[in-house]
């Protein structure tokens, strides 16, 4: 303890004039709270200090109404003490320290600096820690909100914090009387669609289905009521929801409750003295999650309350008689791939849209193009509007069995779920293929007859580019803005070494400025580059189709005589590696930013693997080919050796290995076999880069542990995982989030690539708490055997310096 918190801590015990008294807000260092003492919110609402629950004698820190009887506790520290010896001070740096005899029972982490700080209660239930002389009234150094136990109160958010990964959720209380942490939580689980989850553990309880831009799918009488107004926020930082008081005269709170499993909404009833329940979750057995099993509907109104999709059946009917509907139910004619364009879509009105674990979102386009693209790929099982607004809007489509869905009487959205042609009516279903077909032939014919006689001024195409050199290309190509040679000049100051930020196969990479001020990255084909222009074309078709927040954005080309250039984003925060390896810049990097650069490169690999117009295989997926922007955000870049896969392929092989060593997955630097896979096994090598603060090669210490793998292997094996933390982040983590991404890493590292999780499950992982497969021996494993490396055949080309990456300002 520093001289200052201990003179204060003695102080509150010997002096009774520096206590707090209880007509106060606020108190500053000088001032602490012990047994007894009490802030109350200006507004006389809320009042904190120490309580103890009905028939417990331990004393607990909390925030509760200041007016209602029977005491009504709406946030607690979660610490238990024994007696009423115990301490609250601010220490100097904005702290909340609990002190009890002598020791530090629970405090607050440290998440900004303070030079003056002062603790107060708000009367909307916060209790803040900010800086006196801050004049911004939402400016604060801590705030309870951020940290809901059992109650929701108004203007509080329940959700997620996208930059920092922060979660707000509900937590259950043990028992009435005691409020430590309970079995159940209401939080979002953070799916492409994202919902609200009553989870016991790692149990679904229910759920209330995704927003649909009105209300939840699941709550379709959450209507506008003179309570409190509802607000669901979604956007680039966060994504929570939020309600307000309508009435200041009306008291509602949101509560999770473990002794009934329910999450309610009260209102105090001022002339009766007693919280009435408002509205209830579940309401009826058709709340709880999964009752009637995949592809079968729950109708509270019927003779049972479950009941098959039309033109499904009961999967097991002897146990769907006995009214065991777990087992859900099955197509009357399963679905037959070879043909796609045969199967139509059924249309299934007034539902709650199913569970959205696998899920696809695209805000961008309308239903017909999202009938088109759920059509097209054999996976997908439904589709609709994502915000049904006005005439509908956006795109989500489900991949997998359609779970816990719920039949309304007039209310719920239209689901479109796919179906043989021979359950729709063939004639109807191949009427709209032809049309379909002689639409998609007029389209094309048209854009080849303009495109076959355009140069569009001031654009140019990939086809463009490949014909000055003399390649060919393919009219399909995309357009990009075209830069005059002279304005590259002018960004780059004549192309000036003090510029030059990277250097490959291809050519240089220079640092420019736009007149605009816009900042940008310059990659110049060398003219004499061999090796480069392969993976320069490659890079330029790819890229210029891909768009996506965790992809590097290609902004426009230059084609003028001999000089061929790509224009991209400049990243102010340089590439990945320079940020992990470096031990200065290491340190700046906390976890919630470490495990938001993990998902934000997760999203970008399932995007081009999965939610992409083309599947495309990185190949050289490393810390170096990672930039990160000014928000610490990260884009996968380097498309040079990647690799384009048709809707049906898998996998391919190679007597070109390309890529860098300690990245490569095991079967495609032995044999030349690359599949998703392969970039499974390179972000698994990531992951544990970013945790570890430790290159994948290069890698030594006391135990002889010849690489990165290895070392997290042994560790793993012996219970020691714990171990290969990077310091810098020990202070700022939850050691079983980074726990369960060193076993989520260590899933995408084994030696097989059929045991490796796809990208769309290990996004799952990363984003929720369900239960995780034990993983087998990974790739490269060298049971410690110094100096031995493994063998690999062909011929293999390390690309390593081949990169746009090391964009770093000088």
């Known amino acids: 303890m520093d001289i200052l918190s201990l003179l204060i801590f003695v102080a509150c015990i010997l002096i009774p004039s520096l206590k707090v008294s209880t007509a106060i807000d606020t108190i500053h260092l000088s001032q602490c709270i012990s047994d007894g003492m009490t802030l109350v919110s200006q507004g006389g609402k809320f009042e904190f200090g120490f309580f103890s629950p009905n028939h417990s004698n331990k004393h607990y820190l909390g925030i509760w109404y200041k007016n209602i009887i029977p005491q009504t506790v709406v946030w607690v520290a979660e610490r238990a003490i024994n007696d009423s ?333 796919r179906m043989d042609a021979s359950e729709l009516g063939e004639q109807r279903h191949y009427k709209e293929v032809l049309i379909l077909v002689y639409t998609t032939i007029a389209i094309i014919l048209g854009m080849l007859l303009v495109g076959c006689f355009r140069i569009y001024v001031g654009r140019c195409t990939i086809t463009d580019i490949l014909r000055n050199q003399n390649r060919g290309g393919s009219e399909d190509d995309q357009d990009l803005p075209l830069v005059d040679l002279s304005t590259i000049v002018t960004a780059t100051d004549n192309f000036s070494i003090n510029n030059k930020i990277g250097e490959g196969g291809f050519g240089l990479v220079y640092k420019g400025r736009l007149v605009s001020g816009q900042e940008i990255a310059v990659k110049r084909l060398s003219r004499t580059s061999g090796q480069g222009m392969r993976e320069f074309k490659n890079e330029v078709k790819l890229i210029a189709k891909l768009q996506h927040r965790n992809l590097v954005k290609l902004l426009a080309c230059c084609v003028q005589q001999q000089d061929i250039m790509l224009v991209y984003e400049y990243m102010t925060n340089r590439s990945l590696d320079r940020l992990i390896f470096d031990d200065t810049e290491a340190k700046l990097l906390d976890w919630p930013k470490r495990f938001n650069i993990i998902c934000g490169i997760a999203r970008g690999l399932l995007y081009l693997h999965q939610d992409s117009r083309l599947r495309i295989i990185h190949r050289d997926l490393k810390a170096s080919n990672v930039l990160i ?109 980074v726990l369960r991404c060193i076993h989520v890493s260590l899933l995408c590292v084994q030696q097989h690539a059929e045991d490796r999780p796809a990208m769309p499950s290990v996004v799952l992982m990363l984003g929720s708490e369900s239960e995780l497969a034990e993983p087998k021996e990974p790739g490269f494993y060298l049971n410690n055997d110094v100096g031995a490396t493994p063998a690999i055949s062909g011929d293999i080309i390390s690309i390593n310096e081949l990169t746009i990456t090391s964009l770093e300002a000088r």
Not at 110 to 123: H, M, R
Not at 315 to 341: E, F, H, I, Y
Not at 670 to 695: N, P, T, Y
């Open 85 to 417: 010896l115990a301490i609250l001070t601010v220490n100097r740096t904005g702290n909340l320290v609990l002190r009890h005899h002598d020791n530090v029972v629970w405090h607050t982490p440290s998440e900004k600096q303070a030079q003056n700080p002062v603790v107060q209660l708000l009367d909307s239930g916060n209790l803040v820690v900010r800086e006196e002389s801050e004049t911004d009234p939402e400016a604060y150094l801590w705030q309870s909100f951020d940290y809901p136990s059992d109650t929701a109160l108004p203007g509080m958010k329940l959700g997620w914090n996208l930059r920092t990964g922060r979660e707000w959720r509900m937590t259950s209380w043990k028992s009435p009387d005691d409020p430590s942490p309970g079995d159940f939580y209401w939080g979002m689980l953070l799916y492409n669609y994202p919902e609200f989850y009553l989870m016991k553990g790692k149990e679904k309880i229910l759920r209330i289905g995704p927003w649909n831009g009105l209300h939840f799918s699941g709550i379709p009488d959450q209507k506008p009521n003179p309570v409190y107004a509802y607000h669901y926020i979604s956007n680039k930082d966060e994504i929570y929801y939020t309600y307000s008081q309508e009435n200041d005269g009306v008291i509602s709170r949101l509560e999770i409750n473990q002794t009934s499993s329910t999450i309610s909404r009260y209102v105090w009833m001022e002339d009766k003295q007693f919280w009435k329940v408002y509205k209830s979750r579940p309401r009826d057995n058709c709340d709880y999650y999964g009752m009637c099993g995949a592809y079968g509907t729950c109708v509270i109104t019927g003779s049972q309350f479950c009941q098959c999709l039309e033109k499904f059946s009961p999967k097991s009917p002897k146990a769907w008689n006995k009214a065991d509907w777990s087992q859900g139910c099955v197509r009357n004619k399963p679905l037959n791939c070879t043909n796609k364009l045969r199967d139509g879509f059924m249309k299934v009105k007034g539902v709650k849209l199913p569970d959205t674990t696998h899920t696809w979102v695209d805000e961008t386009i309308g239903l017909e193009e999202c009938r088109v693209r759920c059509l097209n790929n054999c996976s997908c099982m439904a589709y609709t509007n994502s915000d049904i607004r006005g005439e509908g809007s956006g795109c989500v489509m489900w991949f997998g069995d359609l779970n816990d869905i719920r039949q309304f009487d007039g209310e719920g959205q239209d689901l479109y779920i």
């Open 629 to 737: 922007d000014d928000q610490l955000n990260p884009k996968i870049s380097d498309f040079g050796i990647a690799r384009i896969f048709g809707g049906d392929e898998t996998e391919g092989s190679t007597q070109r290995v390309v890529g860098t060593y300690g990245y490569m997955a095991p079967e495609y630097a032995a044999d030349g076999i690359f599949s998703v896979k392969s970039d499974v096994f390179s972000f698994g090598i990531l992951m544990l880069e970013i945790i570890s603060g430790k290159r994948s090669r290069g890698f030594y210490i006391e135990n002889h542990s010849p690489n990165l793998v290895t070392h997290a292997w042994s560790l793993w094996k012996k219970g020691r995982a714990i171990e290969m933390i990077d310091s810098n982040i020990e202070d700022s983590c939850a050691l079983s989030d």
